[in-house]
Nanobody, 126 residues
Framework: QVQLVESGGGLVQPGDSLRLSCGTS????????TAWFRQAPGKEREFVAA????????YYGDSVKGRFTISRDNAKNIVYLEMNNLRPEDTAVYYC???????????????????WGQGTQVTVSS
């Protein structure tokens, strides 16, 4: 059974950094595309970043390019999201997602991912 568990969220000030972790179990990380999405109150779930299965190629949403970095530790079965220069508009619940059959054109579509974590809150405020 695939399980994803996020951690590392919290309250930070603008300009701060934060690292989110997604512990994975029940899957071989290199066989699954893993991604981070976020959802702010009253808004749709937004694609943040993804690691493509096998190749490990990374993809980012336009709003986080150059500030966020997705990576994975295969030995620990953890996917990370390093977030730098955080802004108030980054405030959201951040979700980890995974799927083994995703096609590239569906990378940013949350409905195409089969497995989800419970989410972790990130609040950026002065």
């Amino acid at each position: 059974q695939v399980q994803l568990v996020e951690s590392g969220g919290g309250l930070v000030q603008p300009g701060d950094s934060l690292r989110l972790s997604c512990g994975t179990s029940g899957l071989t990380s290199t066989w699954y595309t893993t991604a981070w999405f976020r959802q702010a109150p009253g808004k749709e779930r937004e694609f943040v970043a993804a690691l493509w299965r096998n190749t490990g190629r990374t993809y980012y949403g336009d709003s986080v390019k150059g500030r966020f970095t997705i990576s994975r530790d295969n030995a620990k079965n953890i996917v990370y999201l390093e977030m730098n220069n955080l802004r108030p508009e980054d405030t959201a619940v951040y979700y980890c997602a995974a799927d083994s059959h995703l096609i590239l054109s569906s990378l940013t579509t949350s409905q195409q991912y089969d497995y989800w974590g419970q989410g972790t809150q990130v609040t950026v405020s002065s």
